[in-house]
């Protein structure tokens, strides 16, 4: 099983600070997923990367794909209280035709007003 | 399309218990995979069914079983509750041939 390991941890900023969270493995991932969990809820797919290098954008979130795939960022930029949760990412393990995903621990995120 | 829910949404329990979790995936999805979700080890993989089989199982102990109903339906039940099983408990559903795993609201669970 893959390890992926996230940092920060933790991160409080005030609203209007930019942000960057870190995804890592020692591994090459085949694909890297990134939720957002808020209190009380399930996880949220954000994104999706696939390829090396690979830069996608949802209006104020960046996330890139590192060029050897062992590494991914997600970068906010004018954080709103709206954003805080709990940023997660995740790679599937789709061998054996079995659809299971290897979470990191995750970057809880406070945006102060 | 509806989401995924999963009842009860909480649930207290006390030791040496068991207790039996539900799980309705989004219409048309066969796959419902089941994660825990702790403060200290965050979200494990428990199992995954497709098509009432169970596909893949997570590094749980047998206490930890599921199964799933021809129409989709999955429950999964923790037998001899122990404290350590205080959890979120998620269920997911995918469609077929995609990762993309949409994932309930969870059922909190606390064991006392």
């Known amino acids: 099983t893959q390890l992926l390991e996230q940092s920060p941890q933790f991160l409080s900023i005030q609203e209007g600070e930019n942000l960057t969270v870190y995804c890592n493995s020692s591994s090459v991932f085949s694909s890297l997923q990134w939720y957002r969990q808020e209190p009380g809820e399930g996880p949220v797919l954000l994104v999706t990367v696939v390829t090396g290098g690979e830069v996608k954008k949802l209006k104020r979130l960046t996330f890139q794909f590192g060029d050897a795939r062992k590494d991914s960022s997600l970068h906010i930029t004018a954080a709103q209280p709206g954003d805080t949760g709990l940023y997660l990412c995740a790679t599937p393990d789709s061998g054996a035709g079995s659809y299971q995903l290897t979470f990191g621990k995750g970057t809880k995120l406070s945006v102060i007003p | 399309k509806a989401g995924v829910t999963q009842t009860p949404r909480y649930l207290i329990k006390t030791r040496g218990q068991q207790v039996t979790l539900s799980c309705s995936p989004i219409s048309g999805h066969r796959s419902v995979s089941w994660y825990q979700q702790t403060p200290g080890q965050g979200l494990q993989f428990l199992f995954e069914?497709?098509?009432?089989?169970?596909?893949n199982k997570g590094n749980f102990p047998g206490r930890f079983s599921g199964r799933q109903f021809s129409n989709s339906r999955s429950e999964m039940n923790v037998s001899t509750l122990e404290l350590g099983d205080s959890a979120l408990y998620l269920c997911?559903?995918?469609?077929?041939?995609?990762?993309?795993?949409?994932f309930g609201p969870g059922t909190r669970l606390t064991v006392l």
């Open positions: 069914y497709f098509s009432e089989t169970q596909r």
């Open positions: 997911a559903s995918s469609g077929y041939g995609t990762d993309t795993q949409y």
